[in-house]
Nanobody, 128 residues
Framework: QVQLVESGGGLVQAGGSLRLSCAASGLTFGSYHMGWFRQAPGKDRECVAFITWSSAYTYSVDSVKGRFTISRDNAKNTVYLQMNSLKPEDTAVYYC?????????????????????WGQGTQVTVSS
């Protein structure tokens, strides 16, 4: 049974930092691309960051560039999202998601529908 378990969320003041972790089990982690998504109340789920299975390619949405960094440790079956200089507009539930690597570059990786497995989410709240 595949499980993705996020941790590291919480309440932080604007300008602060948090590090999210997502521990995977029940799958061959190195065969999956990973994404971090977030969803604020009343808004669509948004791809915040993405990393390929080998870490050769990463992506971050413009609103977090220079502040958030995605990384992974395949030996630990874990993907991370380091979030610095947090802003109130970063407040959301953050989810990690796994997408199987089929040997080609993953198209449409910003689309939630293209992922195979999801975590339960972790709340991040940034106070002003």
């Amino acid at each position: 049974q595949v499980q993705l378990v996020e941790s590291g969320g919480g309440l932080v003041q604007a300008g602060g930092s948090l590090r999210l972790s997502c521990a995977a089990s029940g799958l061959t982690f190195g065969s999956y691309h990973m994404g971090w998504f977030r969803q604020a109340p009343g808004k669509d789920r948004e791809c915040v960051a993405f990393i390929t299975w080998s870490s050769a390619y990463t992506y971050s949405v413009d609103s977090v560039k220079g502040r958030f960094t995605i990384s992974r440790d395949n030996a630990k079956n874990t993907v991370y999202l380091q979030m610095n200089s947090l802003k109130p507009e970063d407040t959301a539930v953050y989810y990690c998601a796994a997408r199987w690597w089929d040997g080609s570059f993953p198209d449409s990786f910003r689309s939630p529908s293209r992922y195979d497995y999801w975590g339960q989410g972790t709340q991040v709240t940034v106070s002003s």
